[in-house]
């Protein structure tokens, strides 16, 4: 049951989480790399499956079947637009992570469909998963060494109905989280931290037996995990299609 009080509270549209929120993953721009925790072997029909979704450019369905498998990409580009439902204004203060929890990289099944030379990214946000300060930072480029710390160093005020929109990089080199993000809002005076997502991303960083390699060698091998599929440029016939390596 509810009091007279709480109808009055959402008739004014005090109660609930004072956003909504629509999410979507950025086209990797060629960068497609996924690890997983454990050997994995697919059929052919995942494979066709995979193929299909990678052709057409499908990244949120292909991103949605490789998560429920278990897997982590190399760095999650996402793209959110979030609405104040409130009937007053609200001021967004900081975009964070909570529950965090990482362990060392993943060195199970590897795959890397990258079909071009990425380009930088154009990320407006980044967290550094290395990093113990789990606040956004102003991403600039891939190195996060030159990444400005305190994006939020003024709060955003949002109108009622008004929409602000972001796009954020989780990039790691030394650790394998998994991870949501989160808006701290100050809503009627009060602080309130609310997830934008209910499922956790997952981002890995490469093998550091991969990455010693790479740099002893320089060529395309991936030693330092138990099983790799290679696609896009990194296939002998360029075709784009993943294969058992």
Avoid at 10 to 21: C, D, F, H, I, N
Avoid at 128 to 154: C, K
Avoid at 210 to 228: D, K, L
Wanted: glycine fraction near 8%; hydrophobic fraction near 40%.
């Amino acid at each position: 049951s509810h009091s007279p009080g709480d109808a009055q509270a959402r008739k004014a549209g005090l109660l609930g989480p004072p956003l909504s929120v629509s999410e979507a993953p950025i086209d990797p721009g060629g960068n497609m790399v996924w690890m997983f925790p454990g050997k994995i072997i697919f059929s052919q029909a995942q494979l066709a499956h995979v193929d299909a979704l990678l052709q057409a450019g499908e990244f949120g369905a292909l991103y949605d079947f490789f998560f429920q498998l278990g897997g982590y990409v190399m760095s999650a580009d996402t793209y959110f637009v979030i609405t104040n439902d409130r009937r007053h204004p609200i001021w967004l203060k900081n975009i964070k992570i909570g529950n965090k929890g990482c362990q060392a990289p993943l060195t199970g099944t590897l795959i890397s469909a990258s079909d071009k030379v990425s380009d930088e990214p154009k990320t407006q946000l980044g967290i550094n998963l290395d990093s113990p300060d789990m606040s956004a930072m102003q991403a600039i480029g891939l190195d996060t060494r030159r990444w400005v710390p305190e994006y939020f160093s003024h709060p955003i005020k949002i109108m009622p109905g008004e929409t602000y929109q972001f796009d954020i990089r989780a990039e790691a080199s030394d650790v394998a989280c998994s991870f949501k993000y989160q808006a701290v809002i100050l809503d009627n005076g009060r602080t309130i931290i609310q997830n934008l997502t209910n499922e956790l991303f997952r981002v890995s960083a490469f093998s550091q037996t991969y990455i010693q390699a790479r740099r002893r060698r320089g060529n395309n091998s991936f030693p330092g995990y138990e099983a790799q599929y290679l696609g896009g440029l990194a296939t002998p016939k360029h075709d784009g299609n993943l294969i058992l390596k």
